[in-house]
């Protein structure tokens, strides 16, 4: 019979282990990077609740996932309070509201896990790692999707990043919940001397931790040998400005200055919405580029767009990049739009309540599905603006169009805190898991070139006017998670849960 250390302890310890466990994952990703605690944290959460009735695992849940949002989320304040012209106090309401929304996601999927797995403790640790996948998987697809703060992105750099190309970041993510339940395992099973399962839940456990490093080594994916020269520019435009009419202009002598010795370069890349006016009114300043640009030099920028929709009889907006010049072509309407920041859902009740409900630009519409690839010469760049670079099948099902990957971003608004760390971490998982060179761009950092192992070549530092210039290259092939996405994991899961609840395991287990 399995025991828990924590059985006969206070209530309020074990809340503040579940607080601490979930603020534990977030260590995990940058700009901490220590991926090595997300099995500890897995652990510590499986010693509180492994014995609880499924009405206190929802709340449970619900802390673990106030601790990990809490500490992982906080730059919404910056952009509710500094950017959403919101008082200080209400900016705290929303940014609490919002935390513990997130947190509910875990509490249900907490419940859920004790009405599976019964009151059996083996089942409970079996079917935790394939529930935990699956709320993230749900979490980010469920009302647009918030697929931020994933366990397995932490690995880019972790003892799994091997894993990535092959089961994606779910699936390394499943890899480190199950560790963490086998730590647990292995501490029951020694301590009531069953030392042959014992054994074979470490050989298995190691065994998959050391095959990481190994498959790290191999090459999904054929690198072409010719470079392809970049300039990506950093302009440092204050967010406060960045939508006044006065400043508009001086943005664009910003970035065409900042380009002045780049006009040559393969790919020129502004970041997101860099051209801040929509590209009816452009005309002039893509004509200045045509005019700039070298024979075999393409420059992608940022852009509001706009569309005559005959379902809505108006004109529909997007926040797009396109392709300039001779030998560049595409235009690419951003699917995965932020919401508050991009559109306002049950906008005719919300909009004009508060500031944060009518920031600037937040009227877009997704584009299209499965849209081209931008093309830059011999070049064919598959885009992500901003937020949609978050989304791992997102990005491995458009990512085999093209032989490069590129994302713009304006993450201003996170201010000084973590999120930008963050967002450039997942960034780089996402090459990892392709197999392919991503150019990324952005208003105040972090500007990057990343390779195909998902490693920084290069980068500018937040808060710097510059530009980022060297080579990148093209790339053939798929990785194994570009041809099947997360289903293999996700149907992994469901079928541990599907079997696992009471047909296989005993109940007194």
């Known amino acids: 019979m ?24 977030t260590l995990t990703l940058s700009p ?3 991926w090595w605690l997300g099995p500890v944290s897995a652990a510590l959460i499986i010693s509180v609740t492994l014995f609880q009735s499924p009405r206190q695992l929802f709340l449970s849940g619900w802390l673990t996932g106030v601790g990990l949002f ?6 919404i304040y910056i952009s509710i309070s500094e950017h959403g012209n919101t008082s200080i106090p209400l900016a705290v309401i929303l940014m609490a509201l919002f ?24 089942r409970r640790l079996i079917l935790f790692p394939a529930v935990w996948v699956i709320t993230d998987w749900i979490r980010g697809w469920f009302l647009t999707g918030f697929p931020w703060l994933y366990l397995g992105t932490g690995h880019v750099d972790g003892a799994l990043a091997g894993w990535a190309p092959l089961i994606g970041v779910h699936g390394v993510t499943l890899i480190v919940t199950g560790t963490g339940a086998a730590l647990y395992g292995l501490y029951a099973l020694t301590r009531h001397q069953q030392l042959i399962p014992a054994a074979i839940l470490v050989v298995a456990t190691v065994a998959l931790w050391l095959a990481g490093p190994l498959l790290n080594r191999v090459h999904w994916t054929e690198v072409d040998r010719k470079p392809v020269t970049f300039a990506a520019m950093q302009g440092n435009i204050p967010q406060q400005i960045k939508w006044d009419p006065d400043f508009l202009r001086d943005q664009l002598i910003i970035y065409l200055g900042l380009t002045e010795d780049y006009w040559n370069r393969d790919i020129i890349l502004w970041p997101e919405t860099a051209i801040p006016v929509t590209q009816d009114e452009a005309g002039p300043i893509i004509d200045h580029i045509l005019s700039r640009l070298g024979d075999d030099s393409v420059l992608l920028s940022g852009i509001p767009w706009f569309t005559y929709s005959g379902d809505r009889e108006n004109y529909t907006f997007h926040n797009s990049i396109m392709a300039i010049g001779e030998h560049g072509d595409g235009v690419y309407h951003k699917q995965k739009l932020v919401p508050f920041g991009e559109y306002v859902p049950m906008e005719q009740w ?4 508060i500031g944060f409900f009518d920031l600037p630009m937040s009227s877009f519409s997704p584009g299209p599905s499965y849209q081209s690839p931008l093309v830059a010469g011999d070049a064919k760049l598959m885009p992500a603006v901003c937020y949609e670079v978050a989304y791992p099948d997102f990005v491995a099902a458009t990512a085999g169009l093209g032989n490069v990957l590129v994302t713009i971003s304006n ?3 996170f201010g000084d805190s973590i999120g930008p760390h963050q967002h450039l971490q997942m960034a780089r998982m996402r090459a990892l898991e392709t197999g392919r060179y991503m150019l990324r761009g952005t208003n105040n950092g972090v500007t990057a070139v990343i390779d195909s192992k998902g ?3 290069g980068s500018i530092p937040q808060f710097e006017r510059r530009v980022l210039s060297g080579e990148l290259h093209t790339v053939s092939g798929n990785t194994p998670f570009m041809q099947t996405g997360s289903w293999p994991v996700l149907t992994l899961a469901a079928i541990l849960i599907v079997f696992v609840r009471e047909r296989v395991i005993p109940k007194n287990s």
């Not at 399995?2 to 994952?25: C, F, K, S, Y």
């Not at 809490?70 to 730059?75: E, F, K, N």
């Not at 919300?350 to 309540?353: A, D, Q, S, T």
């Open 2 to 25: 399995l025991t828990n250390p924590l059985t006969r302890a206070p209530r309020w310890l074990g809340a503040l282990v579940l607080l601490a466990a979930g603020a534990l994952q």
């Open 32 to 34: 901490w990077e220590w």
């Open 70 to 75: 809490a500490s992982g989320v906080t730059w």
């Open 99 to 122: 935390i513990a929304g997130l947190g509910l996601v875990h509490g249900i999927a907490f419940w859920c896990w004790g009405k599976l797995a019964k009151d059996s403790p083996a």
């Open 350 to 353: 919300l909009r004009g309540v």
């Open 411 to 413: 993450d201003g608004w």
């Open 455 to 457: 490693q920084v070549t």
